[in-house]
C-alpha cells in the first residue's frame, strides 16, 4: 500500500513542473492507493497530511517527491515511522534540485518518470532497523586556534575527553599574534591567554602540540587517528624557561611567530604566553653544537628526542585549522618582497614590538615612517592574480590598525585605500566613525601597484572614485590587508578525513545556512575560518555550536547506525575476497563467514561485488532493487536517449544539488540514481539497465578514491562486453567528481547526453542481448 | 529653462546594452565592480583627465549609450593593455573599448582621422603606399624591393556588411 | 634556422633602420629570412570592424603558412594583431564564421592555417638563445648604459604570449641588450605606453606620453632600445618636436635592438641604418668605441 506525496514547494517546483499531470500519471501504478499535491510537503499541515493519509489508506510505503534528501530526508523518515510506516521504507524523490531547477521544457515528463522509479523502488524496500551500537564520546579536535580552544574548553565542562592536536609548538593561532581586537580594542593576548592556560591545565583535555594528522581509518562514532608529534628536544615539565639554552644558541632563523620581522633561535620560547609554556628546539635548523644542554640547569633538553605517532581515538572531530595570507606571488605589483612592503599580521607584530614599547617605526634608512598606505582587497576579489571572495575582516582591522598607529603616532598620516568598506559587525559603523574623525583618510580606489621610489619610499597613484582626480601620494610604508586562504595543508588534511571542499577551497558546510558546522561527513564538524573567513566573534560562536552537535551527535555514548551496510547469507568459502576489498578494514573473517563493524563501514559495497558466491547483499540496494527503480525512471523514454547517471550520494549527488541550487540548466535525459556508492553497481546490473532502456550509463564517483578505481574497473569490463556485442563502448563513461567544481557538472551531463544522443538508441536486438 | 543636469536611468539604451553584453570582448563586463585599478595603472589618464577606463565601464555597464559616446573618450585608449592584465575581474577594457568603437563606427562615428586612414589602406594595402621612389631607396640599403601590392587586402575591405 | 619575415607597412617604408638592421644581424647569426606577399596586418583596421582587421591577419597567417615556416615579426603591433587573430579563431566559432564569409567573398581561400608567429626579439631570445648571440659577440658594448623600452604588444595581453617574460616587469630585453657587453638600465615606468596608439586621434595626448619616458631618462642613460616602429616613431622621429614644445633637452639616441647588437656583433655601423635615426647616435657610437 504505497502512498504518493508530491510538493509543489510553493512555485519552486509546480513552477516547471504540472504537478497535477504527475499526480495524474502515476495516480494508475502498481499498489498505489494515495497520490497527494500539497502545496508545502515540509510544513506541519503537509506533514499532517502525509500522517493522516498512511492511517486512512493503511499505508505501508511512503513515496515523497519535493526537494533533494538531503534536506529533510531524515525528518520525514521520523514523520513516517510516527504514523507507524516503517522509517525505511520512505522514497525521497528529487523533484527540485533536479528537476525543476535546471529544466524548462520536459520537466513535468522526467519528474513523472523521477516519481515512478521511486514508487517501483518503494515496492522493493523490506522494513529494516537501525543498529543502535557504543560509540566514543572522546573528541578530537584538531586546530588550537581561539575556535580550537573555545570547542576544547566548552567540551570539556560538559564532561567530554578532548585531544587537541595543534601544528605548531604552542597553542594560540592567530589570535595571540594580534595586538588589540577590533572594535573595542580590546588587548587580544590578555583575552586569550588564560583560555590558553586553562587548555593547559584541563584535566580532561590531552594536548598535542607540533602534532598533525597523519590518517584516519573506522567511521562515525569511532575514529582511529595516527597523530604524528614531532619532537620537542625539551621537556616541558621540567623547563623553567630561563633562556639560557636560548642565549647560547648560535643559530638565528626568522620568526614565525613576529611573522619572519624579527629574528629566533633555534632554541626558542615561542612567545611569552605560550602553552606549553616551555622552549622547543627546532630541530630543522639545528646545528647540534650541544650548548643549549650544557647551559640547562635543569637538564631538560635531548637532542635525541624523536618524532612520535599517537593513536587517538575519537567518536567526531572538529576541524579548526584556520589561516594563512595569501602567498606573494599575487600581490607582485605591490612589491611584497621589499622590507616597507608589510602584510596586517605583520603591522600587528610591529605595533606589539615597537609602538607598545614606545618606540617609532621607522624605514630602513633610519628616518621615521611619517606616512602609510593601507591597500584593501589585495589579492581578495581578484579570481584574475588572487582569490575570488571578499576576506571579511580587513576592512576592520585596517581601521583598528589605523586608529591604533594613530593613537601611539599622532603625527602618522594614515591613507586607507579601498574599494568597498564593509563594516557589518557591531559596533563597527562607530569604530569606522571613529577612524574619519581621527583624520584617518579614506580614498575610494584601488591601485594597480607601487613603485619603488629611489629614496626608499612608494609612489602610489590612483584615481579616486569620489572625486574622479587622479590622485598621486609618496608614502613610507605600505600595508597590504591581504587575502586569508585556508591554512597550508588544508586540501590534505580534508582527504584525509574525508571531507568536501567548496569552491573557494574552504571545507564545504553540510548546509550553508541551516548546517553550517556540520562537514559532509557524519561526526566531523567544521569551525572558525577553515570554513570561510571570519572574525574571532564569528569563530567562537562555531565552536560553541560545534560543541553543541558533538554533543547530539555522541553525548549518550550510543549511535544509531544506518542499516543500509553489508549483510552476509548463504554460502561461504572463507575465500577472504570481501576481507580484501574492503579498504576501511570492517570486515573480518571469522569461523563461519566475515564479521562486519558497523561503525568503520561506510555502506560503499565493494565487498558485494568482491564476492565470488553473490552471499553478501546491502538491505534496499541490491542489484534488483536498483533495475526495479531503473524501470520506473525509463519510463517514457521512448522518444528519445535516457541517460542512466549512478552518482555516489554523498560528493556527486551533492554536486548535483548544487548545481541545481545554482540553476545551472542541462538535459531533461539523464535520470540520477542516487547510490550510497557506486562500488555497489555491478557488471550484470548495468547491462540489464541497458536492456531495459538506458541508452547511456554515467557514473559519477569521488575523484581519486577507492570508489573511483573500481568505477574505473567496472566502466572497462562494460565496455569490453559491450563491445563484444556490437555496442558502442562509449555507452558508459565514468565522470569524477570533487565538489569545488560542482558549476562543471551540468556540462559533463551535457556532453554526455550530446555523445549519446549521437550514437542514437539502441534497438530492440541489442536490448534483448542486454537482457539475457 | 536650464538643462536637467540629472540623467534619468529610462535613458538607458537596452539595444545598447544587449549588443554590448552579446560581444565576446564584453563577456564580462558585468563583473566590473569600480575598484579604479584600471584607470590607475593607465598612461592615457596620466596625462588626460577626461579619460577614465573606469567611468567608460560604469557607463557602458548602465547602458548610458550617449554618454558612453560622448567627446570620443572611448578612441582614446592606447591598448597598452596594462589594466588587462591587472584588472581583479579580468573586465577586459580595452576589449570592451574595442567592442564600442566597433558598435560607434558602424553608426558612422568614428574620428576622421582614422577614417581617412582605413581609405589609405583600402587604396594601398597598405598603411603608406610603396612606390619606385621607396624600392630605389630600398635597393640603396640592400633591402629587397617590394613589388606587389596586396590585393587581398583591398578586396577584404571592400567586402559589404 | 629560417623564418618567414613579416614587415607589417611602417618598417620597410619609414623605419628601414629597422629593417636593414634586423637583416644584417640575420646575416651574421646565420638566420635566414624568407620575405613573403603580405599586406598590412588589419592592427589599425580592429578599432573600426574586427572581423574584417582579423581577416586581414588571417589572409596573411595564409601566405605565410604556404611557405611551411614559423613567422617572425619586427612589429611588436602586428605581432600581436596576428597572435591574437589565431587566438581569435581557434576559440571564438562566431568569428572564425565572420571570418569565413569575408575571405570568401574577397576570393581568399583561407582553411584554418595558424602558423607559428613570435617577435624577432623573442626568437632571438627563445629560439636562437642568449648564449648563442653572446658566442657570436665580438666588440663587446662595455660601458654603454642602455635603457630598454620593451613597449606593451611585445609582453601584453600575456595571455597571448604564455611562457614568455613578464608583463608587469619584463626582462627579456634587458638579456637581449646584456648579451651585447652594455649594461641594462633598471627604472621606474618601463613598461610606460609611448602613446603610438592614439597618435591619428589625439596626436597632443600621444606626444604627453612621450615626453614623459623622454624627461624621466634623460641624463640618465646613453640609449634607449626599442623593438617597435610605433615606438620609434614616438621617441626617435618626435623627439625634437617633443623638445620643442616642451622647452626641454633630451637628446636620447634611439636605437632597434638589431642596430644596437649589429654594433656588438662587429657589423660595419654603415649597415645599420642609423642615417634614419633622427636624433643622432654620433656621441653614442664614439662611446661604444666604433
Not at chain 1, 532 to 560: C, L, M, P, Q
Request: proline share 5%.
Amino acid at each position: 500500500m504505497t502512498g504518493v506525496f508530491i510538493c509543489k514547494c510553493g512555485g519552486n517546483i509546480s513552477g516547471t513542473v504540472d504537478c497535477e499531470e504527475v499526480r495524474d500519471s502515476v495516480k494508475g501504478e502498481e499498489d498505489v492507493n494515495a497520490v497527494q499535491v500539497t502545496e508545502f510537503l515540509c510544513s506541519k499541515p503537509g506533514l499532517q497530511l502525509i500522517q493522516g493519509s498512511i492511517k486512512s489508506h493503511g499505508l505501508d510505503r511512503v513515496v515523497v517527491a519535493c526537494c533533494s534528501p538531503h534536506m529533510h530526508e531524515e525528518m520525514f523518515r521520523g514523520i513516517v515511522e510516527e504514523a507507524g510506516v516503517n522509517r525505511h521504507r520512505l522514497v525521497h524523490v528529487n523533484l527540485r534540485e533536479q528537476c525543476s531547477w535546471v529544466h524548462d521544457r520536459g520537466a513535468t515528463e522526467k519528474a513523472t518518470s523521477l516519481v515512478k522509479g521511486g514508487i517501483a523502488r518503494a515496492h522493493t524496500l523490506e522494513p529494516l532497523k537501525e543498529m543502535v551500537v557504543k560509540i566514543n564520546r572522546d573528541v578530537l579536535v584538531i586546530g588550537g586556534g581561539v575556535a580550537g580552544i573555545t570547542a576544547a574548553l566548552q567540551l570539556s565542562k560538559g564532561g567530554f575527553n578532548v585531544s587537541l592536536v595543534e601544528r605548531r609548538p604552542s597553542i594560540g593561532g592567530r589570535m595571540a599574534q594580534l595586538s588589540k581586537t577590533f572594535p573595542t580594542l580590546d588587548c587580544s593576548p590578555c583575552i586569550l591567554s588564560p583560555r590558553m592556560a586553562e587548555v593547559g591545565n584541563d584535566e580532561n583535555i590531552r594536548l598535542l602540540t607540533g602534532a598533525e594528522v597523519a590518517s584516519v581509518s573506522g567511521g562515525p562514532g569511532e575514529y582511529h587517528v595516527k597523530v604524528k608529534i614531532a619532537p620537542r628536544g625539551v621537556d616541558a615539565d621540567k623547563c623553567l624557561k630561563c633562556g639560557r639554552c636560548g642565549q647560547v644558541c648560535p643559530t638565528e632563523v626568522p620568526n614565525e611567530f613576529e611573522e619572519g620581522l624579527y629574528k629566533r633561535k633555534a632554541a626558542y620560547l615561542p612567545f611569552p604566553q605560550a602553552v606549553p609554556s616551555s622552549y622547543v628546539i627546532d630541530f630543522e635548523h639545528c646545528k647540534r653544537c650541544g650548548a643549549c644542554v650544557e647551559a640547562c640547569p635543569v637538564g631538560a633538553i635531548d637532542l635525541d628526542d624523536q618524532e612520535k605517532t599517537v593513536t587517538v581515538d575519537a567518536g567526531s572531530m572538529i576541524v579548526a585549522t584556520g589561516f594563512d595570507l595569501i602567498g606573494d606571488e599575487a600581490l607582485r605589483t605591490y612589491h611584497p618582497e621589499m622590507s616597507s612592503v608589510v602584510n596586517a599580521l605583520q603591522v600587528e607584530r610591529l605595533i606589539e614590538n615597537e609602538l607598545t614599547e614606545g618606540k617609532v617605526l621607522t624605514r630602513r634608512n633610519g628616518e621615521r615612517v611619517k606616512s602609510i598606505a593601507y591597500i584593501l582587497c589585495a589579492g581578495s576579489r581578484d579570481p584574475h592574480h588572487g582569490v575570488g571572495y571578499c576576506s571579511s575582516v580587513c576592512c576592520a582591522y585596517s581601521v583598528k590598525q589605523a586608529i591604533l598607529l594613530r593613537k601611539f603616532l599622532p603625527f602618522l598620516k594614515v591613507y586607507i585605500y579601498y574599494t568597498d568598506m564593509r563594516m557589518t559587525g557591531r559596533g563597527f559603523e562607530d569604530f569606522y566613525m571613529e577612524a574619519r574623525e581621527k583624520g584617518i583618510q579614506f580614498i575610494h580606489a584601488k591601485p594597480g601597484g607601487v613603485t619603488p621610489l629611489d629614496d626608499g619610499r612608494f609612489e602610489v597613484i590612483v584615481e579616486d572614485q569620489d572625486t574622479g582626480l587622479m590622485l598621486r601620494n609618496q608614502v613610507d610604508l605600505v600595508v597590504l590587508s591581504s587575502a586569508m586562504v585556508p591554512s597550508a595543508g588544508t586540501g590534505e588534511l580534508a582527504s584525509r578525513l574525508g571531507i568536501a571542499l567548496g569552491e573557494d577551497l574552504f571545507v564545504a558546510p553540510k548546509h550553508v545556512k541551516l548546517d553550517p558546522i556540520s562537514t559532509l561527513r557524519e561526526g566531523v564538524f567544521a569551525v572558525g575560518v577553515a570554513t570561510g573567513t571570519k572574525d574571532i566573534h564569528d569563530s567562537v560562536i562555531d565552536a560553541r555550536a560545534a560543541a553543541s552537535h558533538v554533543y547530539n551527535f555522541v553525548g549518550d555514548g550510543t549511535a544509531r547506525l544506518s542499516p543500509a551496510k553489508p549483510v552476509h547469507e548463504g554460502e561461504c568459502d572463507l575465500c577472504g575476497a570481501c576481507t580484501g576489498a574492503c579498504v576501511r578494514g570492517a570486515l573480518t573473517m571469522g569461523g563461519k563467514g566475515p564479521i562486519l563493524d558497523p561503525v568503520s563501514c561506510n555502506g560503499c559495497g565493494a565487498c558485494i561485488s568482491a564476492c565470488t558466491k553473490g552471499s553478501l547483499r546491502i538491505p534496499n540496494n541490491s542489484g534488483d532493487t536498483l533495475l526495479e527503480e531503473a524501470k520506473g525512471l525509463l519510463s517514457g523514454t521512448e522518444g528519445d536517449v535516457a541517460v542512466l547517471g549512478f552518482f555516489d550520494d554523498n560528493i556527486s549527488y551533492t554536486a548535483a544539488d548544487n548545481a541545481g541550487t545554482a540553476r545551472l540548466h542541462y538535459p531533461t535525459n539523464i535520470r540520477i540514481v542516487r547510490m550510497p556508492s557506486t562500488a555497489l553497481l555491478s557488471k550484470e546490473t548495468i547491462l540489464k539497465a541497458m536492456g531495459l532502456g538506458a541508452d547511456g550509463v554515467l557514473i559519477c564517483e569521488v575523484e581519486e578514491s577507492h570508489e573511483a578505481e573500481l568505477a574505473a574497473k567496472l566502466v572497462s569490463d562494460v565496455s569490453e562486453t559491450l563491445k563484444g556485442f556490437g555496442i558502442e563502448p562509449e555507452r558508459i563513461h565514468l565522470q569524477p567528481m570533487v565538489l569545488p567544481i560542482f558549476k562543471m557538472l551540468p556540462k559533463f551531463v551535457s556532453d554526455f547526453t550530446e555523445q549519446v544522443k549521437k550514437m542514437g538508441k539502441l534497438t530492440a536486438e541489442k536490448r534483448k542481448l542486454l537482457l539475457k | 529653462m536650464a538643462p536637467d543636469s540629472i540623467v534619468d536611468l529610462s535613458e538607458a539604451d537596452t539595444r545598447f546594452l544587449r549588443r554590448l553584453e552579446a560581444e565576446l570582448g564584453a563577456s564580462d563586463l558585468s563583473k566590473c565592480f569600480q575598484c579604479g585599478v584600471c584607470t590607475a595603472s593607465c598612461p592615457v589618464r596620466e596625462v588626460e583627465a577626461s579619460f577614465s577606463p573606469r567611468r567608460i565601464m560604469k557607463l557602458a555597464k548602465m547602458g548610458l549609450k550617449k554618454q558612453v559616446y560622448a567627446s570620443d573618450t572611448i578612441w582614446l585608449c592606447s591598448m597598452c593593455f596594462m589594466c588587462l592584465e591587472r584588472c581583479p575581474q579580468d573586465v577586459r577594457p580595452p576589449e570592451v573599448m574595442t567592442v564600442l568603437r566597433n558598435m560607434a563606427a558602424k553608426e558612422g562615428v568614428a574620428p576622421a582621422n582614422l577614417s581617412k586612414l582605413l581609405d589609405i589602406i583600402k587604396q594601398n594595402g597598405r598603411v603608406y603606399s610603396i612606390d619606385d621612389f621607396t624600392n630605389e631607396e630600398r635597393g640603396d640599403r640592400g633591402l629587397p624591393a617590394i613589388e606587389t601590392e596586396p590585393g587581398f587586402i583591398k578586396r577584404i575591405l571592400e567586402v559589404k556588411g | 634556422m629560417r623564418y618567414g619575415l613579416f614587415l607589417g607597412c611602417t618598417i620597410p617604408t619609414r623605419q628601414m633602420n629597422y629593417e636593414q638592421s634586423a637583416r644584417e644581424v640575420a646575416k651574421v647569426l646565420g638566420i635566414e629570412f624568407i620575405d613573403g606577399d603580405y599586406g598590412c596586418c588589419g592592427f589599425p583596421v580592429e578599432s573600426v570592424d574586427e572581423v574584417k582587421a582579423f581577416s586581414m591577419a588571417a589572409a596573411n597567417l595564409k601566405i605565410a603558412s604556404a611557405s611551411g615556416d614559423v613567422l617572425v615579426t619586427l612589429c611588436s603591433a602586428c605581432g600581436e594583431m596576428l597572435c591574437k587573430a589565431e587566438k581569435r579563431l581557434c576559440e571564438d566559432a562566431e568569428t572564425t564564421k565572420g571570418v569565413g564569409k569575408v575571405l570568401m567573398q574577397a576570393n581568399v581561400s583561407y582553411a584554418g592555417e595558424k602558423p607559428r608567429v613570435l617577435h624577432f626579439a623573442r626568437m632571438l631570445h627563445d629560439d636562437y638563445g642568449l648564449d648563442n648571440i653572446r658566442a657570436k659577440v665580438v666588440k663587446p658594448l662595455k660601458g654603454l648604459k642602455i635603457a630598454t623600452h620593451p613597449g606593451c604588444h611585445y609582453v601584453r595581453p600575456s595571455t597571448l604570449y604564455p611562457g614568455f617574460d613578464d608583463p608587469e616587469f619584463p626582462g627579456t630585453l634587458d638579456r637581449l641588450v646584456e648579451v651585447t657587453g652594455a649594461e641594462a638600465l633598471d627604472y621606474p615606468g618601463k613598461t610606460d605606453c609611448c602613446g603610438g596608439g592614439i597618435l591619428a586621434v589625439r596626436e597632443d595626448i600621444a606626444k604627453a606620453m612621450t615626453g614623459k619616458k623622454l624627461a624621466k631618462l634623460t641624463g640618465k642613460t646613453d640609449a634607449m632600445v626599442i623593438v617597435c616602429p610605433f615606438c620609434g616613431i614616438m621617441y626617435d622621429k618626435y623627439q625634437r618636436t617633443l623638445e620643442e614644445e616642451l622647452g626641454k633637452e633630451f637628446g636620447l639616441p634611439v636605437l632597434y635592438y638589431p642596430q644596437l647588437l649589429g654594433l656588438a656583433l662587429g657589423i660595419d655601423s654603415s649597415k645599420l641604418g642609423f642615417d634614419v635615426n633622427s636624433v643622432d647616435v654620433q656621441s653614442l657610437l664614439e662611446k661604444a668605441g666604433v
